[in-house]
C-alpha cells in the first residue's frame, strides 16, 4: 500500500495544513465567542511555524492510523496547538480580544484553506486524467 495516493507526502502534507488552518479557524470561532467574557484571553496557534517544521521534516508528519485506539485528532499528530496569544491591550474587564485582528485572521485563514483545497484538488484531477 506504499504506492497508494494518501501516502503521498504532498497530499499528506496538504491535509496537515488543512488540519491546522481548521484549527485555527476554531480558535478565532471561540475568541469571537468569547469577546465579552471578562478574563478571557485570546489564543493563537502559530500555524506558519509549524508547518515549516513539518516541511522541513517530513517524518513528522501524520502516520497512517493502524488501530483506531491510537488515534489522536489530526491536528495534534501534526503539531499543531493553541497557546495564549501574546500581546494586544488588555481591556478593564482584563479581556484582550480584539475583534479586528479576529476579523482579519479569519479572512487569511479562509484564504489560507481555500488556496490548498484547490491545489490538493488540482493534483487529484491532474493524477485523474494521468490515469485515464
Not at 499528530?77 to 480584539?98: I, W, Y
Request: no cysteine; hydrophobic share 40%.
Amino acid at each position: 500500500m506504499s504506492n497508494s495516493l494518501f501516502s503521498d507526502a504532498a497530499i499528506r502534507l496538504a491535509k496537515a495544513a488543512l488540519d491546522g488552518l481548521s484549527l485555527r479557524q476554531q480558535i478565532i470561532s471561540r475568541n469571537l465567542a468569547n469577546i465579552d467574557t471578562p478574563g478571557y484571553q485570546a489564543q493563537t496557534i502559530d500555524f506558519e511555524e509549524t508547518l515549516k517544521r513539518l516541511i522541513g521534516n517530513g517524518d513528522s508528519l501524520p502516520m497512517q492510523v493502524t488501530d483506531i485506539s491510537h488515534q489522536v485528532p489530526a491536528s495534534q499528530a501534526a503539531g499543531f496547538s493553541a497557546s495564549m496569544r501574546p500581546g494586544g491591550s488588555f481591556r478593564a474587564d482584563q479581556n484582550n480580544v480584539d475583534i479586528d485582528v479576529e476579523m482579519i485572521d479569519m479572512s487569511e485563514t479562509g484564504i489560507q484553506y481555500q488556496a490548498v483545497s484547490q491545489a490538493v484538488s488540482q493534483k487529484l484531477l491532474l493524477l485523474k486524467n494521468l490515469a485515464k
